[in-house]
């Protein structure tokens, strides 16, 4: 039985995915935790303190718990306000490191927690675990850049870690090709998909669980309502299909995110006015993660128009759910979508082309073969697999000397 340190410092695990920095990070630090402890270990997230009538600590199940550090005001914070407080959120687990001992490895989760990571494994001598979730060179290269902080702060994490964990080989490759890393440790290290949860279902029975109606298909969006994620031309390509005739509905689960999240949802419900498609289009509050697979089961297609993602959890729990998938060609999506058996991967960001694609997906005669197949590729993700990767790393950096920082 191994102890490990997970850092998230910018958002806790228990917090509800899909709005404010709530997203697939928050499910995947929770998922792989909860896998490491059934397999027998003891793991401790530490994440920055956001109110201060939550407590200590939270456990969440047996080995595993949740501490929160107080790291600067106990509010939700600005993002430019996030890079303040990291040394404080270091200080804060290096006391409790002191108190009750110190962990065999450091998981740090994102290049803020990343930061602190890099500290602590130089205080304690601690073998240092780095996954990023997002890349500042990829967002750069396809989206818009944060900070050249951010860039900097990544290449030194990477130049330290002992181990950096990539969800894909497309992540591998960005992360040897921006960061000139060592290749030799980049560990692919897929996350998984709860298929207690996330698996095939009746979909007239869901629709009808949800309000929708069972003869008009129904199109989804899950996810943080931002420019990078897309959903501007999700809603553009149920606008262009209503042009040509074609009833759908569209379901846009999510809330804002980010400094212009605001902005980018009164952008979209302008535009549904604009396009007279009011009836046609639901806006859903975030939902619980593990209530998702009614959504997923209940839609026809789910579209992932992201600009940049290194994996694309969304992806993978509607492929679970038997939902084909219509997916920008970028990072991780291109392992989640086989294009043209479990759904679409498309290279255009025009709504002509992605209408295009949807109405592909949305035939009747292959619908049956897009969402056996998409299950079945699914079936190859668990989170207990990731766990397992883990584990068996953690265990070989243990023994193995620490990387030296250049």
């Not at 998981?107 to 073998?127: C, E, M, Q, T």
Request: proline content about 6%; overall charge negative.
């Amino acid at each position: 039985m191994a102890r490990l340190a997970v850092l998230s410092y910018h958002t806790s695990p228990l917090a509800q995915p899909g709005t404010g920095d709530g997203g697939g990070m928050n499910v995947c630090v929770r998922e792989l935790s909860s896998a490491l402890a059934r397999l027998g270990h003891e793991v401790d997230v530490y994440t920055r303190r956001e109110s201060a009538a939550v407590n200590d600590t939270i456990v969440v199940e047996p080995g595993f718990r949740v501490r929160h550090i107080t790291a600067g005001p106990p509010r939700v914070l600005e993002r430019h306000e996030l890079p303040l407080y990291v040394d404080d959120y270091a200080d804060g687990i290096a006391a409790a490191f002191r108190c009750s001992g110190l962990p065999e490895a450091l998981h740090a989760n994102y290049w803020l927690s990343g930061v602190a990571g890099h500290r602590l494994k130089h205080d304690f001598s601690i073998p240092l675990i780095t996954t990023f979730h997002t890349l500042e060179h990829v967002k750069a290269e396809t989206f818009e850049p944060e900070s050249p902080e951010r860039a900097e702060q990544e290449h030194r994490i990477i130049d330290c870690s002992d181990a950096v964990l990539a969800s894909c080989d497309v992540e591998v490759e960005q992360i040897v090709h921006h960061y000139h890393a060592d290749p030799s440790r980049v560990h692919v290290v897929p996350h998984g998909v709860e298929h207690a949860f996330f698996a095939p279902g009746y979909r007239p029975q869901a629709r009808r669980a949800l309000g929708f109606a069972a003869e008009v298909p129904l199109a989804l969006f899950v996810g943080r309502l931002q420019s990078l994620k897309g959903v501007d031309l999700a809603l553009d390509t149920v606008i262009e299909l209503h042009r040509r005739g074609t009833p759908i509905h569209l379901a846009i689960v999510g809330g804002p995110s980010g400094p212009g999240g605001r902005s980018t949802l009164e952008g979209l419900r302008r535009r549904v006015a604009n396009a007279g498609v009011i009836d046609h289009v639901s806006f859903v509050a975030p939902q619980p993660h593990e209530l998702l697979s009614t959504w997923f089961r209940a839609a026809d297609v789910t579209l992932v128009p992201s600009r940049a993602e290194s994996f694309g959890l969304v992806a993978l729990e509607s492929a679970a759910c038997g939902t084909p998938v219509v997916a920008s060609r970028v990072g991780g999506l291109v392992t989640l979508v086989d294009s043209g058996a479990t759904g679409l991967l498309v290279e255009e960001r025009s709504p002509e082309v992605w209408a295009d694609a949807v109405a592909w997906v949305l035939d009747e005669e292959r619908a049956t073969s897009l969402s056996t197949n998409a299950v079945i590729l699914a079936q190859n993700y668990t989170w207990r697999a990731a766990a397992e990767r883990v584990r068996d790393l953690s265990a070989q950096l243990r023994s193995s000397a620490l990387v030296t920082c250049p």
